[in-house]
């Protein structure tokens, strides 16, 4: 603008110069006299002016360090634009408040102005009107909508909030945090405390350096600001403090306020810069991948781009600062699109080879199908390593336990080397660095049981040294219930999560005098690297997901990294069938009966050695007992084992049996086995047996397994089941069981105390053998029969979600 300010300095310096001239006339000739001359230098000045404003007014519209704050009047029906520094250059300032209109009509033109001149993102404002409750910004609303205008403060608490912002914005700014810049704006104050009045001062003097503007209406000492004094129904303008208008104190001319725009331009104006803000502030998904997936290095930590905010691009890092994520957010609050803009952004930016993926997802839903192959899309996420879709607890239990076991490893290596640091064990070793996510992890740690209490003993481990192995935990939760449950460990656990990233309704993972994720609407998230304390936020906004985009990914993906198999996938809610099993599962004398809920969800069985016991007791009433009976018997015949049958609830399929022995010649056969047979008996408790018989049995029992002979039965009856092979006595008799539908009280006479924790549930069973590391019990989901499983079936169970994919899995 040097043009039009050299023109105005030298027009003022003329004006001053003939107002001086005037004046004296004036006294000389008395005011009467001096109404009607004009002295012709003044209004030679004042053209040359007017004339200067014209040339300029197109570069006067479009500079940020300028504002058009009113009209100076001039004789002969000239106006021209009061011009005042502004911006990083001044503060404006006014005698009055926004209640006055043309200060109301100040304040919009000011607010429009600052936007329009400066980047979308590049200027924040925050308003504080007590006196007329925000109507001074009312026209403004869609600036508030888009957050360009973040608060907009109509009583003293809140006044002193935006204050608080905007010295937020002052430290950022000095800490190199932040390079965009801040408009308080004043509209009003009313009877405010005269602290906040000094903390105002204290922002005009230290803003203009760094990053804050302030026009304060009815605050006519603010420091560094051009004044407008309301003398009537003019105004009078000081001079501005880096840039006076002439030699006085003030603009030798009168002034009158802005006038009050057309509403629906402001309306129009408004919204035209709030989509603007909208476009630029928001990245599509698309945007945070790179065009093709890339190798960076994981050595110093792992970094996402998962947005922008109005300093720029948003990302977000697994390192040692940042090791451990704590996400929060209402129900539809975004969470799940805000994981998968992180975890395709890892995907897309490090191999698989350098970044490995645990995903678990406790609720009933469908978070992480995006990462494995379905029947009607087989790409997958080649750095997943295992998901579990509506998880059980156990199986969370595992993979927790599994990552412990890495760290060991990891831990034991870099004792070899000499090193202490992920980055250290990286120079002699491609280890890949772990990215655990659990979405309502809080699941995992209810209640007060076994599972509750290893998982937040492992969970702790984990994060205490995970930062150093190269282990990362996301833990999300939407309820605060997730939170608390990990409260008395709160120290040891969430101290070590420094990052914590809120969505819309999350005020929890944010210090308790933190409301940052209260003023965040759907597609925003505060991220807070700071363990959630106050004025450390940074509002970003992040895209919606773009199945498109992800496929895409997938593909260039699959194409990268052909020999990487489809991740393990624990299906919380499916059954499973001995059908699925891999031909390396099936083995001679192994009765297969289910899947381990375990990281690598093989198929569970019982050996049927010559080792003393080698019998199976399948407990419970639940039908699928009988179904699992089926199976094992089905995995011995298939691998050549004689199986001998007795159905006494006459609903069993037995054809792979060689022999069906009818219910009446039961206990007399008993006796008649020949060795190396498998004897399968379905619902036991039914069966008629005399002293002669029971004995029969208990001689079968304990003498079978050396001759090869052994007992699957189904007792549906827990009593029945003791008596038959004589309570304790004849307890190592039958080491191995299948237990369903018997509460843990009740088998844990039998079993141990061990066991008193175990609750039932549809579709799993509890797997025990006394001479294998399974003693303890292992839960598994029970082969069902497939004609059972009809769609949408909630019956419980898990596998590789199909033999072809299972081919491809991972060993
Ligand atoms: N950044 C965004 N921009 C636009 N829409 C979004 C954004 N994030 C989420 N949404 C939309 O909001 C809805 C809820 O998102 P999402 O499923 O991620 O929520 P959530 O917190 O995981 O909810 P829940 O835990 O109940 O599943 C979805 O329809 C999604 O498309």
Excluded at 509 to 535: F, H, K, M, W, Y
Excluded at 640 to 664: K, M, N
């Amino acid at each position: 603008m040097p043009g039009f300010q050299t023109a105005l300095a030298n027009a003022a310096a003329a004006c001053d110069a003939a107002a001086a001239r005037a004046s004296l006339a004036a006294e000389r000739l008395g005011d009467a006299a001096f109404q009607t001359p004009v002295d012709p230098a003044l209004l030679a000045a004042e053209r040359q002016i007017s004339d200067a404003a014209a040339a300029s007014a197109q570069q006067l519209r479009t500079d940020p360090e300028l504002l058009h704050a009113g009209r100076v009047v001039l004789h002969e029906g000239r106006t021209v634009p009061l011009v005042v520094p502004f911006g990083s250059r001044g503060h404006l300032a006014t005698s009055v408040d926004a209640r006055v209109e043309g200060v109301a009509a100040l304040v919009r033109t000011a607010v429009l102005h600052a936007v329009a001149t400066r980047d979308a993102g590049g200027l924040r404002v925050v308003g504080i009107d007590t006196a007329t409750l925000g109507a001074s910004f009312a026209p403004l609303r869609p600036l508030a909508d888009a957050g360009v205008v973040e608060l907009v403060a109509t009583d003293s608490r809140a006044a002193a909030d935006a204050v608080a912002l905007a010295e937020s914005q002052v430290a950022e700014h000095i800490a190199g945090r932040r390079t965009d810049r801040m408009l308080l704006v004043v509209a009003s104050l009313g009877d405010a405390p005269k602290a906040l009045v000094e903390r105002i001062d204290a922002l005009a003097r230290s803003g203009l350096a760094h990053g804050v503007t302030v026009l304060g209406c009815g605050l006519p000492s603010l420091p560094q600001a051009a004044v407008m004094h309301a003398v009537g129904d003019r105004v009078e303008v000081t001079n501005p403090p880096a840039a006076p208008f002439g030699r006085g104190d003030r603009l030798a001319a009168p002034v009158a306020w802005p006038e009050a725009p057309d509403p629906s331009f402001v309306a129009g104006e408004a919204a035209r810069l709030a989509e603007r803000h909208k476009d630029a502030a928001t990245l599509t998904f698309a945007d945070l991948l790179p065009a093709a997936p890339e190798a960076g290095d994981p050595a110093k930590g792992l970094e996402v781009l998962i947005g922008r905010d109005a300093a720029g691009e948003v990302r977000l890092r697994f390192d040692d600062a940042t090791p451990h994520w704590l996400v929060g957010g209402r129900t539809g609050g975004g969470k799940t699109v805000l994981l998968l803009d992180v975890l395709y952004g890892l995907a897309s930016r490090y191999a698989p080879t350098d970044v490995a993926l645990f995903l678990l997802d406790f609720k009933e839903g469908v978070s992480f199908t995006e990462f494995i192959p379905t029947e009607r899309d087989p790409s997958f996420i080649p750095h997943a390593r295992a998901v579990g879709v509506e998880s059980d607890r156990e199986y969370g239990l595992a993979v927790l336990k599994t990552l412990n076991e890495e760290m060991t490893r990891r831990s034991n290596v870099m004792k070899r080397y000499g090193v202490a640091s992920f980055a250290g064990l990286r120079q002699h070793e491609a280890y890949p660095r772990i990215v655990c996510v659990a979405d309502e992890f809080q699941v995992l740690l209810a209640g007060n049981d076994r599972v509750a209490s290893e998982a937040v003993a492992l969970l702790e481990n984990l994060a205490r040294k995970g930062r150093s192995y190269g282990v990362h935990l996301v833990l999300a939760s939407q309820t605060i219930s997730g939170i608390e449950a990990l409260w008395a460990k709160k120290d040891s656990i969430f101290g070590q999560f420094p990052m914590r990233i809120a969505l819309p309704g999350a005020r929890t993972v944010l210090e308790p005098n933190n409301d940052a994720a209260a003023r965040i609407s759907l597609g925003q998230v505060v991220v807070n690297r700071e363990g959630g304390t106050a004025g450390a936020d940074r509002v970003a906004r992040f895209p919606d997901t773009d199945p498109e985009a992800m496929h895409r990914l997938r593909e260039q993906l699959g194409r990268a990294h052909a020999g990487v198999g489809a991740p393990r996938v624990f299906y919380g809610y499916r059954p499973v069938h001995l059908a699925d099993a891999l031909p390396g599962e099936r083995k001679p004398g192994r009765a297969l009966l289910g899947r381990e809920v375990s990281l690598h969800l093989a198929a569970a069985g019982v050996d049927l050695d010559r080792r003393p016991g080698r019998h199976l007791a399948v407990l419970g009433s639940d039908p699928v007992g009988g179904e699992a009976l089926e199976a094992a018997v089905e995995a011995l015949a298939g691998n050549g084992t004689q199986v001998w049958g007795v159905d006494f609830t006459g609903h069993a399929i037995l054809h792979p049996i060689s022999y069906r022995i009818s219910d009446s010649e039961f206990a007399a056969k008993l006796a008649d086995v020949p060795d190396g047979t498998v004897v399968a008996a379905w619902g036991l408790d039914a069966a008629a047996l005399d002293a002669k018989g029971q004995k029969a049995l208990r001689d079968l029992l304990r003498t079978g397994p050396a001759r090869g002979v052994h007992l699957l039965g189904w007792w549906r009856n827990f009593r029945r089941f003791t008596d038959d092979i004589g309570g304790t006595a004849g307890r190592e008799d039958v080491a191995c069981a299948l237990v369903l539908n018997l509460p843990g009280g009740e088998i844990m006479g039998h079993f141990g105390t061990q066991f008193q924790h175990w609750s039932p549930r549809p579709g799993r069973a509890l797997l025990v053998d006394r001479h294998a590391d399974t003693a303890g019990g292992r839960l598994v989901v029970p082969f069902s029969r497939p004609e059972n499983h009809t769609p949408g079936q909630r019956s419980g169970g898990s596998a590789p979600n199909d033999a072809a994919t299972a081919e491809r899995t991972r060993q």
